[in-house]
T-cell receptor
Framework: GQNIDQPTEMTATEGAIVQINCTYQ??????LFWYQQHAGEAPTFLSY??LDGLEEKGRFSSFLSRSKGYSYLLLKELQMKDSASYLC??????????WGAGTKLIIKP | GAVVSQHPSWVICKSGTSVKIECRSL??????MFWYRQFPKQSLMLMAT?????????EQGVEKDKFLINHASLTLSTLTVTSAHPEDSSFYIC????????????FGPGTRLTVT
Protein backbone atom coordinates (compact mmCIF):
# COMPACT_ATOMS: atom_id res chain seq x y z
CA GLY A 1 0.00 0.00 0.00
CA GLN A 2 0.91 3.63 -0.22
CA ASN A 3 1.87 5.45 2.92
CA ILE A 4 2.98 8.90 3.95
CA ASP A 5 4.06 9.59 7.51
CA GLN A 6 4.47 12.91 9.21
CA PRO A 7 4.22 13.91 12.86
CA THR A 8 0.74 14.77 14.05
CA GLU A 9 1.69 17.88 15.96
CA MET A 10 4.73 20.00 16.72
CA THR A 11 5.30 23.02 18.92
CA ALA A 12 7.91 25.71 18.40
CA THR A 13 8.75 29.17 19.67
CA GLU A 14 8.36 32.40 17.75
CA GLY A 15 11.65 33.35 16.08
CA ALA A 16 13.01 29.81 16.20
CA ILE A 17 13.52 27.17 13.50
CA VAL A 18 11.43 24.03 13.06
CA GLN A 19 11.82 21.03 10.77
CA ILE A 20 8.80 18.96 9.76
CA ASN A 21 9.66 15.53 8.43
CA CYS A 22 7.80 13.42 5.91
CA THR A 23 8.58 9.84 4.90
CA TYR A 24 6.79 8.08 2.09
CA GLN A 25 6.34 4.70 0.49
CA UNK A 26 4.48 5.00 -2.79
CA UNK A 27 4.13 3.19 -6.08
CA UNK A 28 6.43 5.37 -8.11
CA UNK A 29 7.45 8.94 -7.53
CA UNK A 30 6.85 12.03 -9.62
CA UNK A 31 7.49 14.72 -7.07
CA LEU A 32 6.61 15.84 -3.57
CA PHE A 33 4.60 18.85 -2.50
CA TRP A 34 4.34 20.75 0.74
CA TYR A 35 1.17 22.70 1.40
CA GLN A 36 0.19 24.99 4.25
CA GLN A 37 -3.37 24.94 5.53
CA HIS A 38 -4.76 27.35 8.08
CA ALA A 39 -7.79 26.23 10.02
CA GLY A 40 -10.97 26.54 7.98
CA GLU A 41 -9.12 27.40 4.80
CA ALA A 42 -7.98 25.51 1.72
CA PRO A 43 -4.34 24.43 1.36
CA THR A 44 -1.87 26.79 -0.25
CA PHE A 45 1.20 25.72 -2.17
CA LEU A 46 4.58 26.02 -0.49
CA SER A 47 7.04 23.92 -2.46
CA TYR A 48 7.59 21.18 -5.00
CA UNK A 49 10.63 18.88 -5.09
CA UNK A 50 11.32 16.28 -7.75
CA LEU A 51 15.11 16.13 -7.58
CA ASP A 52 17.26 15.41 -4.54
CA GLY A 53 18.47 18.37 -2.58
CA LEU A 54 17.38 21.53 -0.87
CA GLU A 55 15.06 24.15 -2.36
CA GLU A 56 15.07 27.45 -0.54
CA LYS A 57 12.30 29.99 -0.78
CA GLY A 58 12.53 32.80 1.70
CA ARG A 59 11.96 31.59 5.24
CA PHE A 60 10.86 28.17 4.00
CA SER A 61 13.09 25.43 2.59
CA SER A 62 12.23 21.94 1.45
CA PHE A 63 14.59 18.98 1.17
CA LEU A 64 14.18 15.71 -0.69
CA SER A 65 16.04 12.40 -0.67
CA ARG A 66 14.41 10.00 -3.11
CA SER A 67 16.65 7.08 -2.14
CA LYS A 68 15.49 7.42 1.47
CA GLY A 69 11.88 8.26 0.68
CA TYR A 70 12.28 11.31 2.87
CA SER A 71 11.56 15.00 2.80
CA TYR A 72 11.50 17.80 5.28
CA LEU A 73 10.13 21.31 5.41
CA LEU A 74 12.29 23.80 7.28
CA LEU A 75 10.73 26.98 8.61
CA LYS A 76 13.04 29.73 9.88
CA GLU A 77 12.36 32.85 11.90
CA LEU A 78 9.01 31.51 12.93
CA GLN A 79 6.11 33.92 13.13
CA MET A 80 2.79 33.48 14.87
CA LYS A 81 1.08 33.40 11.47
CA ASP A 82 3.01 30.21 10.68
CA SER A 83 0.69 28.34 13.04
CA ALA A 84 -1.07 26.01 10.64
CA SER A 85 -1.14 22.46 9.39
CA TYR A 86 1.55 21.44 6.94
CA LEU A 87 0.63 18.76 4.44
CA CYS A 88 3.09 16.54 2.61
CA UNK A 89 1.84 15.02 -0.66
CA UNK A 90 3.54 12.73 -3.16
CA UNK A 91 2.73 12.32 -6.84
CA UNK A 92 2.73 8.59 -7.56
CA UNK A 93 3.32 6.67 -10.79
CA UNK A 94 -0.30 7.28 -11.85
CA UNK A 95 0.23 11.01 -11.32
CA UNK A 96 -2.16 11.00 -8.38
CA UNK A 97 -1.47 13.01 -5.26
CA UNK A 98 -1.13 10.89 -2.15
CA TRP A 99 -1.68 13.03 0.95
CA GLY A 100 -0.16 12.76 4.38
CA ALA A 101 -2.40 13.43 7.37
CA GLY A 102 -0.68 16.75 8.02
CA THR A 103 1.38 18.17 10.86
CA LYS A 104 -0.24 20.76 13.08
CA LEU A 105 2.37 23.35 13.99
CA ILE A 106 1.76 25.42 17.09
CA ILE A 107 3.84 28.56 17.55
CA LYS A 108 4.24 29.94 21.04
CA PRO A 109 5.39 33.46 21.88
CA GLY B 1 -0.23 31.26 -9.31
CA ALA B 2 -3.42 30.10 -10.88
CA VAL B 3 -6.72 31.10 -9.33
CA VAL B 4 -9.52 28.72 -8.56
CA SER B 5 -12.84 29.89 -7.22
CA GLN B 6 -15.56 27.98 -5.47
CA HIS B 7 -19.17 28.87 -4.96
CA PRO B 8 -20.82 29.01 -2.54
CA SER B 9 -18.28 29.46 0.22
CA TRP B 10 -20.75 28.12 2.75
CA VAL B 11 -24.21 26.63 2.60
CA ILE B 12 -26.77 25.35 5.07
CA CYS B 13 -29.41 22.98 3.79
CA LYS B 14 -32.09 20.71 5.17
CA SER B 15 -31.72 16.97 5.24
CA GLY B 16 -32.95 15.36 2.04
CA THR B 17 -32.24 18.29 -0.23
CA SER B 18 -29.52 18.58 -2.86
CA VAL B 19 -26.69 21.08 -2.97
CA LYS B 20 -24.55 22.05 -5.95
CA ILE B 21 -21.02 23.38 -5.52
CA GLU B 22 -19.20 25.04 -8.39
CA CYS B 23 -15.46 25.07 -8.97
CA ARG B 24 -13.96 27.36 -11.58
CA SER B 25 -10.42 27.86 -12.80
CA LEU B 26 -10.28 31.56 -13.57
CA UNK B 27 -7.09 32.08 -15.49
CA UNK B 28 -6.06 28.72 -16.85
CA UNK B 29 -7.54 25.64 -18.45
CA UNK B 30 -7.82 22.76 -16.05
CA UNK B 31 -7.70 19.40 -17.75
CA UNK B 32 -8.25 17.69 -14.43
CA MET B 33 -10.20 18.72 -11.37
CA PHE B 34 -10.24 17.05 -8.00
CA TRP B 35 -12.84 17.07 -5.27
CA TYR B 36 -11.83 16.62 -1.66
CA ARG B 37 -13.69 16.38 1.59
CA GLN B 38 -12.17 17.33 4.90
CA PHE B 39 -13.69 16.64 8.29
CA PRO B 40 -12.55 18.71 11.28
CA LYS B 41 -8.96 18.06 12.35
CA GLN B 42 -8.47 15.51 9.60
CA SER B 43 -6.50 15.56 6.38
CA LEU B 44 -7.88 15.94 2.91
CA MET B 45 -9.76 12.94 1.56
CA LEU B 46 -9.89 12.66 -2.20
CA MET B 47 -13.42 11.94 -3.34
CA ALA B 48 -13.06 11.90 -7.09
CA THR B 49 -10.98 12.95 -10.05
CA UNK B 50 -12.61 14.33 -13.16
CA UNK B 51 -11.21 15.02 -16.58
CA UNK B 52 -12.93 17.46 -18.87
CA UNK B 53 -15.49 15.74 -21.05
CA UNK B 54 -15.33 12.35 -19.38
CA UNK B 55 -16.85 10.62 -16.37
CA UNK B 56 -15.33 11.16 -12.98
CA UNK B 57 -13.26 8.50 -11.28
CA UNK B 58 -14.46 8.00 -7.72
CA GLU B 59 -12.35 6.83 -4.82
CA GLN B 60 -13.30 3.67 -3.03
CA GLY B 61 -16.15 4.21 -0.63
CA VAL B 62 -17.48 7.34 -2.33
CA GLU B 63 -20.99 6.88 -3.71
CA LYS B 64 -21.06 8.17 -7.27
CA ASP B 65 -24.85 8.37 -7.28
CA LYS B 66 -24.81 10.54 -4.21
CA PHE B 67 -21.95 12.83 -5.19
CA LEU B 68 -22.56 13.79 -8.79
CA ILE B 69 -19.63 15.37 -10.56
CA ASN B 70 -19.79 17.16 -13.87
CA HIS B 71 -16.73 18.58 -15.64
CA ALA B 72 -18.30 20.01 -18.77
CA SER B 73 -15.59 22.50 -19.66
CA LEU B 74 -11.93 23.20 -19.00
CA THR B 75 -12.86 25.88 -16.49
CA LEU B 76 -15.85 24.49 -14.62
CA SER B 77 -16.58 21.44 -12.53
CA THR B 78 -19.59 20.94 -10.28
CA LEU B 79 -20.24 18.65 -7.35
CA THR B 80 -23.83 17.95 -6.41
CA VAL B 81 -24.52 16.37 -3.05
CA THR B 82 -27.86 14.64 -3.52
CA SER B 83 -30.25 13.84 -0.69
CA ALA B 84 -27.88 15.37 1.81
CA HIS B 85 -27.75 14.07 5.37
CA PRO B 86 -26.15 15.55 8.49
CA GLU B 87 -23.18 13.19 8.11
CA ASP B 88 -22.43 14.89 4.78
CA SER B 89 -21.66 18.10 6.66
CA SER B 90 -18.04 18.82 5.87
CA PHE B 91 -15.59 21.14 4.17
CA TYR B 92 -15.54 20.42 0.44
CA ILE B 93 -12.51 21.61 -1.50
CA CYS B 94 -11.89 21.46 -5.21
CA UNK B 95 -8.58 21.75 -6.94
CA UNK B 96 -7.59 22.12 -10.55
CA UNK B 97 -4.48 20.94 -12.26
CA UNK B 98 -2.92 20.44 -15.62
CA UNK B 99 0.12 18.55 -16.76
CA UNK B 100 1.81 21.83 -17.58
CA UNK B 101 1.92 22.74 -13.90
CA UNK B 102 4.21 19.92 -12.76
CA UNK B 103 1.14 18.14 -11.41
CA UNK B 104 0.61 20.91 -8.88
CA UNK B 105 -2.96 21.34 -7.80
CA UNK B 106 -4.43 24.78 -7.32
CA PHE B 107 -7.01 24.76 -4.60
CA GLY B 108 -10.26 26.61 -4.39
CA PRO B 109 -11.15 28.32 -1.10
CA GLY B 110 -13.49 25.51 -0.07
CA THR B 111 -17.20 25.22 0.67
CA ARG B 112 -18.46 24.62 4.18
CA LEU B 113 -21.62 22.48 3.99
CA THR B 114 -23.88 22.10 6.99
CA VAL B 115 -26.87 19.78 6.71
CA THR B 116 -29.51 20.23 9.39
Amino acid sequence: GQNIDQPTEMTATEGAIVQINCTYQTSGFNGLFWYQQHAGEAPTFLSYNVLDGLEEKGRFSSFLSRSKGYSYLLLKELQMKDSASYLCAVVDSNYQLIWGAGTKLIIKP
Amino acid sequence: GAVVSQHPSWVICKSGTSVKIECRSLDFQATTMFWYRQFPKQSLMLMATSNEGSKATYEQGVEKDKFLINHASLTLSTLTVTSAHPEDSSFYICSAGSVTSDYEQYFGPGTRLTVT
